[in-house]
């Protein structure tokens, strides 16, 4: 009897181990807005690198996310796209967003944060799950922050 106990101890212990992965570190790469949006709508492609941090493969099958900007929501979006993140490796994919620049630029200069964000870039925070193929855990979530700077230019 002890040594049935013992045994599904160890089983059960050796399943827990093997389904728990930490969340993906995610961050901006870049964002390209689409043609075809206007001031108050816009369709945008937000470019993401995943890293992953776990000793094993993460096998996403999509992604679900919320952007926000200087700590205003400004976009929403999906990835259906798959694709496997190695072991301790990244991979980088391309997330589709709905953005109402409009609302965020409003937000923004209500809290006087306009100026500061032109000079020292915006502050983003991105917030979601990762959807994963295969597993004992189908979904992961996220929660990152970062700040994106407009590209330096070079005076000629």
């Known amino acids: ?10 089983l059960v212990a050796a399943c827990a181990s093997q389904t728990k992965f930490e969340a993906p ?10 043609e075809g949006s206007s001031f108050f709508t816009q369709r945008m492609k937000v470019h993401v690198r995943v890293q992953n941090p776990n000793d094993r493969e993460l096998p996403i099958k999509g992604v679900s ?5 200087q700590g205003e929501k400004f976009a929403t979006g999906v990835s259906a796209e798959s694709f496997t993140v190695p072991a301790f490796g990244e ?28 000079e020292q870039g915006l502050d983003y925070r991105l917030t979601g799950r990762v959807s994963l193929s295969s597993g004992f855990i189908r979904s992961i ?6 700040t994106l700077k407009a590209p330096e230019t070079t005076a000629q």
Do not use: H, Y
């Open 1 to 10: 009897m002890r040594w049935t106990v013992t045994l599904m101890a160890a």
């Open 25 to 34: 570190n995610l961050s901006i790469v870049n964002i390209e807005m689409l």
């Open 65 to 69: 996310a919320t952007l926000e900007l």
């Open 91 to 118: 991979a980088e994919f391309d997330l589709m967003v709905d953005a109402s620049m409009a609302r965020a630029v409003i937000g923004m200069l209500g809290k006087g944060k306009a100026d500061q964000a032109m």
């Open 141 to 146: 979530p996220f929660d990152e922050k970062g």
